[in-house]
């Protein structure tokens, strides 16, 4: 856990956390947009973490985040209420388990940063972001679409 201003975790400042590709894309720009921002603003917490950068740097790009994603969530949720997509509940469960995870985290962090596993974190972050974007998030776009029409 303290290991992670360390060399043991071999992680380098050059290595994109989450880099993007069009793997990610579910086809509505706007949401590929956001989800594009969100994979940069991860990004640029990891290397703020790589590089030990200050405090207060890393808790801005990290409340940075925090913001980001609670909007883009926020503007999920409008589109798929706008299109009746019948999974919007579960959907919503979804985001609000995770801001949940995420604000009690980064309390932590807040009231003991040195002490906070930035490598658990960070891995964390990855998994549910990959995870939502490839198989959750394509769930609504066949609905939001159908609906345009
Ligand atoms: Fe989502
Ligand atoms: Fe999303």
Redesign the pocket.
Known sequence: MFGLFGSSSGASADVDLMPWSTEYEIGIKMIDDDHRSLFETANHLNRSVKKREGHKVIEATFNMLMRYIHEH?AR?EQLMLQSDFPGLED?IR??SIFMNAFFSTKQSYTAAPRAFDFDGFLKFLKNWLEH?VLV??PKYVPHVQADKH
Request: aromatic letters at 12%; hydrophobic letters at 25%; charged letters at 40%.
């Open positions: 969530f999920e959907h979804l985001h939502h959750e998030d």
